[in-house]
């Protein structure tokens, strides 16, 4: 599963959902939990793969490297910042030295999960979101002292995390991966063996797979397509068509045109 840049994010965030595509592997600077209801996932975390079945959770603390590919498991996904009132020294300096509870998730903690989705999916209510906040405070009460939590000094250091960040800055301008590496002080042939490795991706496809996912989110506004291309670093609009279609099967146009019907 190729290794996506890394997300920004704001507010909170729980959704219930029946059924997921891939989430290619990313990092950011929130906390999410998954808990699974239905069905099975497999997900990573920092290249470690957690198989999980229902009634189990899996926490991603800030900074981890996560994915899952595509699964028909019911389930619910909270996302929220770090500095969670209560909680922020604990996500911020801790680590769980396995983040996968098995079978932790009772009848009450079930309830507890389904209205924090309910709450963030009803916008029309006042303080919605301050509702979501109150149950993931209440899940969390009751989830994190069933870790084992470990002090983290520095989540910044890996190569992976140097990767992720530069070319997250720097994907929409010509890169390569001799330019990285002589940024970031490795040989190129370090680099190489380690998308390999562990990214699962060679480095061309690392970076277009950054720009097709850039790509994506403004094809769901009005900028003209041809600026899409130049923005995202694809340098024309030849190049553009045959990579996004190569990485979704349509075209930058029918992906637009799909996008609007379904809004």
Sequence with gaps: MPIDYETKWTGIHAWHRRTFGPMQQHLHDYAEIIYVRSGEIVYSINFTEHHL?????????????????????????????????????????????????????????????????????????????????????????????????????????????????????????????????????????????????????GFSKFISTMRVEEAKKMLRGSTPITQIALDCGFGSMRNFNRVFKEATGKTPSQYRMERAMHS
């Design 53 to 201: 079945q229902a009634g189990d959770v899996i926490f991603t603390f800030p900074e981890q490297i996560h994915g899952h590919p595509a699964s028909d498991a019911e389930n619910i996904c909270l996302l929220f910042p770090k500095n969670l009132p209560i909680y922020d020294a604990v996500l911020s300096n801790m680590s769980p030295s396995d983040p996968v509870l098995h079978g932790a998730v009772d009848t009450e903690l079930d309830a507890l999960f389904c209205q924090a989705a309910t709450a963030n999916r009803n916008k029309d209510v006042p303080y919605s979101k301050g509702i979501a906040q109150g149950y993931i405070a209440l899940i969390l009460g009751r989830l994190l002292p069933l870790l084992d939590l470990q002090p983290v000094e520095n989540r910044a250091n890996s190569i992976e995390r140097q990767l992720i960040e530069y070319c997250s800055t720097h994907y929409k301008e010509p890169i390569s991966l001799t330019s990285v590496a002589e940024v970031l002080g490795y040989s190129a042939t370090h680099l190489s063996h380690l998308f390999s490795r562990k990214f699962k991706i």
